[in-house]
């Protein structure tokens, strides 16, 4: 069965400055992978997902992702975060093949600071 | 732009009470979901429909059950609603067919508190 690791509960970060949000899944033959944004009081929006081909996935507010499968992880980066970006982030993986159900990380909550 | 609705984004009852929880997607999607989510630990899955009448059981069915009765409804109903039932809850729906790689798109959820 399928796992989702998010390391990091919480990541503080100054406004403008580099962050990474690390994802580690448990290994299967294949994997489709995401992370989600969730701004306060409401849902979960699609920021990016990886399904095949190029291992650098590109997403909106300028973030982007890298499947790595020899160590089964997918981070998400952003070069220059703003104050806009303070939400809570979740990666999810298909729970397994030929199923539509999906494991979700416990979330990592980003900070951005003035 | 898929939409999901959920009826309420805030719910309190007490306890014993029977809870429904409405959600509809106006994008013709086959599938839907019910989360709750947790703090510390994320969201997990209590039901999943692939279609009218449909279900499956997630990973924490128990005391919950859902009703699909029309493709663009899905309805969780808390039997007898207690108090560790306290939690946001999240709908979502996807497309089905092919490889099953479609994202969920998510309401904005229903805050419940059981008194």
């Known amino acids: 069965a399928q796992s989702v690791t998010q390391l990091d509960s919480q990541v503080p970060v100054f406004e403008e400055a580099p962050v990474e949000l690390r994802c580690n899944y448990s290994?299967?033959?294949?994997?489709?992978l995401f992370w989600y944004v969730q701004y306060p009081n409401q849902g979960l929006q699609l920021l990016l997902k990886?399904?095949?081909?190029?291992?650098l996935v590109k997403g909106i507010n300028g973030f982007e992702a890298e499947f790595n499968k020899s160590q089964t992880s997918f981070h998400l980066r952003k070069p220059s975060v703003h104050i806009s970006d303070t939400a809570e982030y979740f990666c999810?993986?298909?729970?397994?093949?030929?199923?539509?159900?999906?494991?979700f990380g416990t979330g990592t909550r980003l900070k951005v600071l003035a | 732009d898929v939409k999901v609705t959920q009826s309420s984004r805030y719910l309190v009852k007490r306890t014993g009470e029977k809870v429904f929880l409405e959600c509809v997607q106006d994008?013709?999607?086959?599938?839907m979901f019910w989360y709750r989510q947790d703090p510390g630990l994320g969201l997990r899955l209590i039901y999943f429909?692939?279609?009218?009448?449909?279900?499956e059981k997630g990973d924490i069915p128990e005391g919950y059950s859902v009703s699909r009765e029309k493709k663009e409804r899905f309805s969780l109903i808390l039997e007898s609603a207690s108090t560790n039932q306290t939690s946001m809850y999240l709908c979502?729906?996807?497309?089905?067919?092919?490889?099953?790689?479609?994202?969920?798109?998510f309401g904005d959820g229903t805050r419940l508190s059981i008194l």
């Open positions: 979502a729906s996807s497309l089905a067919g092919g490889p099953s790689n479609q994202p969920q798109h």
């Open positions: 290994s299967s033959v294949s994997v489709y």
């Open positions: 990886y399904l095949s081909g190029s291992t």
């Open positions: 999810a993986v298909r729970k397994g093949p030929g199923t539509y159900k999906y494991i």
């Open positions: 994008m013709d999607h086959e599938n």
């Open positions: 429909s692939y279609d009218v009448k449909m279900k």
